[in-house]
């Protein structure tokens, strides 16, 4: 049974509290990216990563960093710099760097307080 | 990434065909439409993709116009489970990203009415 998987569903953390966001993908997809939506919002690039090892900015990737170690993982770390973390992180893959049929997970929510 | 205009919300009632319509005047040649669809809390689900004229799948329907500077996605006799957002993404194939950026507007919020 292929497909993205995200843990955990919710999250809580303190401010001031790194937290680290797991994605896995079983898809055998090069790409992988991260996205955060905000309540009656759209989605907005975080990172991605085109192959193994690599990975760029997004629009909003300050107080985020990410690794990509495997091709099957993807995980993101939201750290203290980041002003206002609480947010729905989605994070996607596709067969190629920018193609637009992406498969999504779950989500998680992250709620700082 | 091409700039997409699309309605904010539409209401339909169950068994109608929903039209939605995305405007992409700086369409590029190279660039392909994708629409994703959105329930509350769940990650984006890829509907449909296409580059010209009409794709049809199980789902749903996106008709182009020969100048590509549109394009509207069509769901068939609706009910109150396609009640979500619906995205319009417009961009080139895989060997142009670079630095492309992907964003999802605001979307469509389409509600289906009993």
């Known amino acids: 049974d292929g497909g993205i998987t995200q843990s955990p569903k919710y999250l809580f953390r303190k401010e001031g509290q790194n937290v680290t966001l797991s994605c896995e993908q079983n898809?055998?997809?090069?790409?992988m990216y991260w996205y955060r939506q905000d309540p009656g919002q759209g989605l907005r690039l975080i990172y991605y990563?085109?192959?193994?090892?690599?990975?760029q900015k997004g629009d909003i990737a300050e107080g985020y960093s990410v690794s990509r170690e495997k091709k099957e993982s993807f995980p993101l770390t939201v750290t203290s710099a980041q002003k206002n973390p609480t947010a729905f992180y989605l994070c996607?893959?596709?067969?190629?760097?920018?193609?637009?049929?992406?498969?999504f997970g779950p989500g998680t929510r992250l709620t700082v307080t | 990434l091409a700039k997409t205009t699309q309605p904010i919300s539409m209401d339909s009632y169950e068994g109608q065909e929903v039209n939605i319509t995305c405007s992409h005047n700086?369409?590029?040649?190279?660039?392909?439409i994708t629409w994703y669809q959105q329930f509350p809390s769940q990650g984006p689900r890829f509907i449909i993709q296409?580059?010209?004229t009409k794709v049809t799948n199980e789902v749903a329907s996106l008709f182009i116009p020969a100048d590509r500077k549109s394009s509207t996605l069509s769901l068939p006799r609706v009910s109150l489970s396609d009640t979500a957002v619906y995205y319009c993404?417009?961009?080139?194939?895989?060997?142009?990203?670079?630095?492309?950026?992907?964003?999802f507007g605001t979307g469509t919020r389409l509600t289906i009415i009993p």
């Open positions: 996607a893959s596709s067969m190629w760097g920018g193609d637009l049929e992406q498969y």
């Open positions: 993404l417009v961009g080139g194939p895989p060997s142009n990203f670079g630095n492309e950026k992907l964003t």
């Open positions: 990563s085109q192959i193994v090892n690599d990975f």
């Open positions: 898809l055998n997809h090069d790409a």
């Open positions: 296409g580059y010209k």
């Open positions: 700086n369409i590029a040649t190279n660039d392909y």
